[in-house]
Structure formats: C-alpha cells, structure tokens
C-alpha cells in the first residue's frame, strides 16, 4: 500500500492504538504521568487537544510551587499556614505526600537542566517556574521517553469495557482529520479544570471536559464546591493576574483604605466591598524594583503596571 492510500485508509477507518496508559491532557500533570508510567515499564501515548508543552494555563504564565525543603519545623509551619487559609477544610493526610513529591519533581527539574534563578548566595530559588521554560522542557522529556504524543487530538469519550471498567478513549484529529481511537488498560484524566471563564492565559480551553467524561462513565466528584475563587484583576482587563496585587492597597470610591482587604488574605472583604460599590487598586507596597521585576519575569503583568490605579 502506498503511503496516500495508507493516509485514505487511516482516515476512513481513523486511527487505531493500543497502549498500556492513556494520558488525556498535555500539562503538568499529564507530563509528569506520562514520564512516571515510562519509568514504570508502561508503554504511553498522551492526547492533548492543543499542542503539548503550549497549551493550558501553565504554559502561558509563572507558576509558584509550595517547595518546602524536608525538615520537620519548616513542613509543619507550611501545612498549618495553608490549613489556616483554607478554612481548615483541608486534609492534613494528604500534605505530606505532596510536599514529598513536589520536592521529588522540582529537584528533578533542576537536574534536567531548568534555570532556577539564584539568590544573592548563589542559592537555587525553586519555589516558582516559568511556564514556556517548564512545559518546553517538559514536551521535550516525554517525546525522548518514547511517549506516543497526539497532538490537537481533543478526547471526546471514554470507552467502557465489558465489566464495567473505562478501557480507553476516542476523540478526534483536528489537523491530521478524522478519528482516534486508543484501547488502554488504565486511562489518566489529567484535562485541567473549569478556569474557562476566568480570562487567566490559555485557561480557555480548561473547559472541564475530563470532568464530564468521568461523570458520564459513572465516575463520583467530591470536593468541587471548594474550588478556588477567581483572581482579581481590573474590569477593563484582557487577562486576570493576582500576584501583582500583593503590592496593592485597597480603597473605597471615596478613596478611603479597605481595612483588612488583601490580593490572598483579605479577598472576602474586598468580595464583600463590590456587592455594594467599587473597588480601587493602589500599587503603593512595592519598590520600583520589584515591579520591575515583576515586569521582566511575567511579561502578562506588564499592562497592569501601566495603570497603577484601577
């Protein structure tokens, strides 16, 4: 068969894959999955349905990481602090783990070669990454580990065995055109979440499609009524950046200060404020150097810090 009958054929019929792990989703966490099944003996093959490595929130901004060095007192300052801000919902058995394992991948990250900016002690600062940076290196580490990548590939179900188990996915090739269809025997929804509507860089795709996939094939959600608030930003913005507004105070119309009002602790009281009136944004706690720094770490807050009052 000749290769443009091969293509009509695959077209036709759609592409057909069998695979020991179907990650669906080509972030983070799908990235991380994929190269853990690899270490793991697993033949892999990933669906995203952009491009792996640039699509999805991560890629497009900086993302900070609760990077606590393995001693006891550090660990324990950490949990009860996050504990505090989440109303103390969370779950203290599972901070552990992931304190553990996000020490794990960021050491790995750092042995691979990503520039983690240094202190004025020539110390590695690992507690945030730029997402073009990461996700670059990232695509690269699981193209090299010989994962089968479907890119602009959306999943679009899952696909039930006969006892009841998912056995895979299908979706479809937005490019290449036609179907795919991949038989797994154990299936990751690594799809993002429902950050849509936020206007957060490249979060338009998070559209919670693994979500609805889970729950059509019986899977049961716990926990999504504690999902985290949307960040603030300005009205007249293209995009929504919290971390800029630590440097922030914030006041009444009348210009007086918001007691209390902050971009982390003091959201509820800034919420409150704009059931009844605007609220105004003063980047009046930061040196000129931080901004600055701010500018040429993450050019998205560069049109924020045009207009200092909003």
Known sequence: MTLSASLQSEQKTGLQLETDV??????????WAALNAVSAGARVVLADKGYCGSSGATASAGT??????????????AMASREAMGGYLSDRGWMGPVLDKTYECVNRLADWGYPF?????????????????????????VKN???????????????????????????IRRQEGGNWTVRAGAVVLATGGCAFM????????LTGDGYLMAAEAGAELSG?????????SPTFASITKTALY??????????????????????????????????????DLAQTEEVRDHATGAAEFFPAIQSPRH
């Not at 179907?22 to 990235?31: H, K, S, V, Y």
Request: glycine share 12%; net charge negative.
């Open 22 to 31: 179907l990650i669906i989703g080509g972030g983070p966490a799908g990235c």
């Open 64 to 77: 900070q990481i609760w990077y606590v060095p393995p001693v006891p007192e550090e660990r324990e300052t």
């Open 117 to 141: 900016p240094k202190d004025e002690n020539d110390v590695p600062q690992r507690i945030s990454v730029q997402g073009p940076e990461y996700m670059r290196l990232m695509r690269r580490k």
């Open 145 to 171: 580990a010989g994962v089968t990548i479907l890119d602009h590939s959306p999943a679009l179900e899952l696909i039930m065995g006969e006892n009841g188990s998912i056995a895979g996915a299908a979706g």
């Open 198 to 205: 936020s206007r957060a860089l490249g979060c338009d795709v």
């Open 224 to 232: 999504m009524e504690f999902s985290s608030a949307y960040a603030i």
């Open 246 to 283: 630590r440097f922030a105070s914030f006041y009444h119309e009348d210009g007086s200060l918001i007691e209390g009002a902050g971009s982390a602790r003091g959201r509820s009281i800034i919420a409150r404020a704009l059931l009844t009136e605007p609220v105004y944004a003063q980047l």
